[in-house]
């Protein structure tokens, strides 16, 4: 049914005790039922009804702990009705006080039509309780495969993620490097100072690669280091303005969602305008959401 029989945790017992409770309901049912069709009175309907119905729950559960697969579930539910309506008839027979013997002398047919009945509603009832665990199982089967396909997903997208952080655009590598090397000579103050940005901006990048999210402060940190180096190659043609309040800058968020802005700004926008130009970021919070905007001064796109 629902569990495996290696599954003996506390939702296998949970799962156990709704199939027992639901079982003693429907053997209620059908001592009434029987009630209304035989002379035999309630309480002798009650207590046949509940050793032949429990004696076949008991005794599929038992057969189904050595044949666990679905196929070996349904034949040990066939299996466990005639076997288990007999030894839940002879039960019923003890509590009730009742000697089968005598009984199938002088009423042979009341015997056999009982016997007739425990099979009949023992296999409708099994049926029911095999169907809904091949349903239950399979609807967990399902959620599990999900599971994994998310998980696996997931792993996907932080790999992605990582080889995409652990890139650093040689472009702009070289570049800083060349300036830092030009101006050793000429201006050694301002040499030291783009190798310190360089240095951050390094150390922000790695540092990124080994988490999954980050915070608005710590991207905003990176963005600095980034546009402080660029000011000190591109002079006065670069001005950057960040407004982001204080209360704002632990929020959480995914990486690079800044950084490439920020670098399509400048590079598409101002590098290539003579007289340069601004980059304004900035961040709002309302009603739950964090709105982030990252505007330049620059050509702006083509029409193409």
């Known amino acids: 049914m629902t569990p495996g029989p290696t599954q003996c945790g506390p939702a296998f017992w949970l799962a156990l005790g709704k199939e027992f409770l639901l079982l003693v309901f429907f053997n209620f049912l059908i001592a009434a039922f029987l009630t209304l069709l035989t002379e035999i009175d309630l309480r002798t309907n009650v207590i046949f009804a509940q050793s032949i119905g429990l004696s076949v729950f008991a005794l599929s559960h038992l ?3 050595v044949r666990a697969s679905q196929a070996g579930v349904l034949k040990v539910h066939f299996f466990a009705v005639p076997l288990g309506s007999v030894c839940g008839i002879l039960i019923g027979s003890v509590l009730a006080d009742i000697s089968l013997i005598d009984r199938f002398a002088t009423h042979p047919q009341i015997v056999v039509v009982s016997f007739v009945i425990a ?11 095999y169907s809904r ?4 199982q399979s609807q967990a ?15 996907l997208t932080e790999t992605q993620l990582k080889l995409l952080q652990a890139q650093i655009e040689p472009h702009f590598l070289f570049n800083t490097l060349s300036n830092v090397v030009g101006l050793i000579e000429t201006d050694p103050h301002r040499a030291k100072r783009m190798l310190e940005h360089f240095t951050d901006y390094l150390r922000s990048s790695l540092q990124r690669t080994r988490v999954s999210q980050t915070t608005l402060g710590e991207e905003l940190a990176l963005v600095t280091a980034y546009l402080e180096i660029q000011t000190l190659r591109m002079g006065t043609r670069l001005r950057y303005h960040i407004d982001v309040a204080t209360e704002l800058r632990d929020l959480a968020l995914p990486p690079l969602l800044i950084q490439p802005l920020v670098e399509n700004a400048v590079q598409h926008g101002l ?8 980059v304004k970021i900035s961040a709002q919070a309302s009603g739950g959401e964090l709105m982030i905007q990252v ?8 029409a193409e």
């Open 63 to 65: 057969l189904k702990r």
């Open 119 to 129: 099979l009949v509603f023992g296999t409708i009832i099994s049926y029911y309780f």
């Open 133 to 136: 665990g091949a349903l239950l």
């Open 141 to 155: 089967a399902l959620q599990q495969e999900n599971l994994k396909r998310l998980d696996q997903e997931q792993r």
């Open 271 to 278: 590098e290539s305008k003579i007289e340069g130009g601004e």
């Open 295 to 302: 505007i330049d001064t620059g050509l702006g796109l083509r």
